[in-house]
Nanobody, 122 residues
């Protein structure tokens, strides 16, 4: 099993920045892909960004140029730097992990954190 714990959510004004962190523990030796999904009220969960252990990334079109995903393999931690935040970015953000690199394309991953709420509002 893999456990994922997110941190860094909160309330931010439009145009502001936040950095989310996700620490993985457990059977992490087999993890390749890690990423962030989000779910807004009344919406389906969607991929925000994902990264493989080798550093390949994938981003949703809506966040390209504003969000950056990074990963510290030594610390088993993935980060999401979110800049120029907009009210439509408001959602619960979930950390996710998977065994296969191809999972960064979307469609879900095997392991999920409990989520952290990001609210963008003035």
């Amino acid at each position: 099993q893999v456990q994922l714990v997110e941190s860094g959510g909160g309330l931010v004004q439009p145009g502001g920045s936040l950095r989310l962190s996700c620490a993985a523990s457990g059977s992490i030796f087999s993890i390749n892909a890690m990423g962030w999904y989000r779910q807004a009220p009344g919406e389906q969960r969607e991929l925000v960004a994902a990264i493989t252990s080798g550093g390949s990334t994938n981003y949703a079109d809506s966040v390209k140029g504003r969000f950056t995903i990074s990963r510290d393999n030594a610390k088993n931690t993935v980060y999401l730097q979110m800049n120029s935040l907009k009210p439509k970015d408001t959602a619960v953000y979930y950390c996710a992990a998977d065994f296969t690199a191809s999972s960064i394309a979307g469609g879900g991953m095997n392991y999920w954190g409990k989520g952290t709420l990001v609210t963008v509002s003035s």
